[in-house]
């Protein structure tokens, strides 16, 4: 049990810490949504340009960064030693919402380079666990020093109103806390926590203090600080490429600066393109064009030049003089912009292994087995987030049943699988035909149909629909699943063979 100096010095040492990642989540989120700054302009181009285009981004980060989610589903859990997918455990998961919940969480972890999974008990309804992805802004887990899977602590602070607040997880009990509003600077750059903080107070009670304070028992309606019955912190982090030193890296990360330089070109095209609609021209040895300036009685009174303006809009001029002389700029070739931004999108493609045809909106005749082969580089990019956003939720599956009280199967689940869909995007025919051949040499059923995509519970309503058709129809039933066993070797053939080999010449 932590008293409540330890408690406060591990949410002031945590919180120290997401504040520090702040502000990368903030600007990759800003990435993603397409709010970019224009960079790497010259001083005089951002000068008289760069206003103009502070709204526009042609954003490549966001196609980057969904690409990998849209295949990542889960479609059930397997505890260790079981045959079949766990029915209570998918239950919690779609009474807790987080069929859709969980791309939401996969997306945060690729945009912010981790998220998190929260799991608490329902006093109104044991059976069923509360289950919530966090966002990485809003969260942190400490580890034990030397491991990076078993938790020492974890904190989760947001906002409420004028109020921070604050709870703490610890294997053996929460705590719970709270302060006035701390106002964040917009500042990307935190050098110094304080002065990138300040306090909000209402009028009249300056006084108040800026530490954390224990919120109040009597309004929480339960006891400040409360046991935790599962004996493990609930927080779980879910990270996107681990580092074995360091944090993990979002895949937003890389592409920041070639979004930057695709920002700039697409900028300098419209720049030239706006003067190549009207091209530069230069008249020499000629006096400006004059026009009489009239009076209200229509006399001469003096000259004025010609509005160069007008010349811009009529395209007509007359100019005399023997010597006058006109020439002309050659228009920028803004074919050479378009060849630099399709160059650097195919730079992106290649570092964020992103197939081509996600990123260029223009295809040729390819077979689907060019097409697989063009994914490739994206499904292994989505097998490995499966790996270690897998490992999380099984801990998040391990959670739920200490949650539930069941430490038996909390244990089956320590060594237990996430179930997901296919990585790969293939026809229906083409994965039809791949399956026969696997039925052909004795793979089961029901291995077979999640292959095909269905999640274990639609599975066991095919299984049950089977079942049904064959005590209808028993010859039929029986006649099918002979035709789906793998041909027996004969023995004597086998004996026969090895014989001829045994009195073979060598």
């Known amino acids: 049990m932590a008293t409540l100096g330890e408690a406060l010095q591990l949410v002031s040492l945590l919180e120290s810490e997401l504040v520090r990642r702040q502000s990368e989540i903030d600007e990759n989120n800003d990435y993603y949504r397409g709010k970019q700054p224009l960079k790497f302009a010259s001083d005089d181009f951002a000068k008289y340009h760069g206003g103009r285009y502070k709204d526009f981004s042609d954003n490549w ?32 998961w779609q009474v807790n919402g987080l069929d859709g919940d969980s791309q939401l969480g996969f997306l945060g972890a690729v945009n912010s380079a981790r998220s998190f999974v929260l799991v608490w008990g329902d006093p109104d309804d044991e059976d069923t ?38 709870t703490l997880y610890l294997p053996d009990e929460l705590w719970r806390f709270e302060r006035p509003l701390l106002k964040q600077s917009k500042s990307p750059q935190m050098a110094d926590v304080d002065e990138a903080m300040r ?21 929480l309606g339960e006891p400040n600080p409360q046991l935790n019955p599962m004996g493990l912190v609930p927080l779980v982090e879910l990270p996107n490429k681990p580092m074995l030193v360091g944090d993990p890296i979002s895949d937003i990360t890389g592409v920041v600066g070639m979004q930057d330089a695709i920002n700039l070109i697409w900028a300098q095209l419209f720049t030239a393109s706006d003067y190549a609609s009207f091209p530069q021209r230069v008249v020499l040895g000629a006096e400006r064009p004059m026009i009489p300036k009239l009076n209200s009685a229509g006399e001469i009174v003096g000259k004025q030049p010609v509005d160069l303006a007008k010349f811009a809009v009529d395209r007509v001029a007359w100019i005399t003089g ?47 087995d060019a097409l697989l082969a063009a994914e490739t580089g994206l499904v292994k990019r989505v097998d490995e987030k499966k790996l270690w956003f897998g490992q999380a939720l099984r801990e998040v599956a391990r ?37 026969v051949k696997l039925q052909t040499i004795g793979f089961p059923f029901e291995w077979l149909a999640l292959r095909y995509g269905l999640t274990p519970t639609e599975v066991a309503d095919v299984v049950a629909m089977r079942e049904r058709e064959a005590e209808m129809d028993p010859l039929a039933a029986a006649t099918q699943m002979l035709a789906q066993r793998p041909a027996p070797v004969e023995e004597g053939l086998v004996e026969d063979e090895a014989e001829a080999e045994e009195g073979a010449p060598v």
């Not at 942190?140 to 604050?166: E, M, T």
């Not at 300056?206 to 109040?216: A, F, N, V």
């Not at 050479?336 to 570092?351: F, K, M, N, P």
């Open 399 to 435: 959670l739920i049943y200490l949650a539930r009280g069941e430490d038996a199967k909390a244990r089956a689940m320590r060594a237990g699988a996430v179930l997901w869909a296919d990585s790969e995007s293939r026809s229906h025919a083409q994965l039809a035909d791949a399956l």
């Open 61 to 92: 980060v966001q196609v980057v960064a969904d690409s990998p989610v849209e295949r990542l589903t889960v479609t059930g859990f397997q505890a260790s030693g079981e045959m079949k997918a766990d029915k209570d455990l998918w239950e919690v």
């Open 199 to 219: 306090l909000w107070v209402p009028p009249g009670a300056e006084g108040r203090l800026r530490s954390w304070q224990l919120r109040d028992e009597a309004r």
């Open 322 to 368: 023997k010597d006058a002389k006109i020439a002309e700029w050659q228009a920028a070739n803004l074919a050479a912009y378009t060849g630099i931004i399709e160059t650097a999108v195919g730079h992106l493609a290649a570092q964020t292994r992103t197939p081509q045809h996600y990123l260029i909106g223009k295809m040729a005749n390819l077979s689907g």
């Open 129 to 166: 666990p509360v289950v919530t992805f966090e966002d990485a802004a809003q969260c942190i887990v400490a580890y034990v020093p030397g491991s990076r899977v078993k938790r020492r602590a974890g904190l989760k602070r947001w906002q409420d109103g004028n109020c921070d607040y604050a």
